[in-house]
């Protein structure tokens, strides 16, 4: 974390917390992301949705068309990073 951590970062993040609807942001993202960025973290967060379910890596693949780097990549964070995923998986597990 220390490597992002810092002001312009800080400033991103802020940024996003003061979006108030899923069209800002899309709007946003495009603005900010390229389409290619936006499938890929999109794709990650399904993956950790998945894994957070308890599937497996091979029914994650199926459904997700990720690589076994990029499920494998998600799924050491789910276990051994900074519990991003877990902790927004937790709040809007009745929303998914």
């Given at each position: ?7 312009t970062?800080?400033?991103?993040f ?11 942001c ?7 992301c ?5 499938k ?6 399904d ?16 459904e ?7 499920i ?8 051994y990073?900074?519990d ?13």
């Amino acid at each position: 974390m220390d490597k992002i951590h810092n002001e312009t970062t800080e400033n991103l993040f802020k940024a996003i917390l003061s979006l108030e609807s899923i069209e800002e942001c899309y709007n946003f993202f495009d603005d900010l992301c390229t389409i290619k960025e936006i499938k890929e973290m999109a794709q990650r967060f399904d993956v950790a949705k998945l894994l957070s379910e308890g599937k497996i890596y091979t029914d994650v693949a199926k459904e997700t068309g990720a690589s076994s780097a990029t499920i494998s990549r998600v799924n050491r964070c789910l276990t051994y990073g900074s519990d991003g995923y877990t902790t927004v998986l937790a709040r809007i597990k009745d929303i998914l």
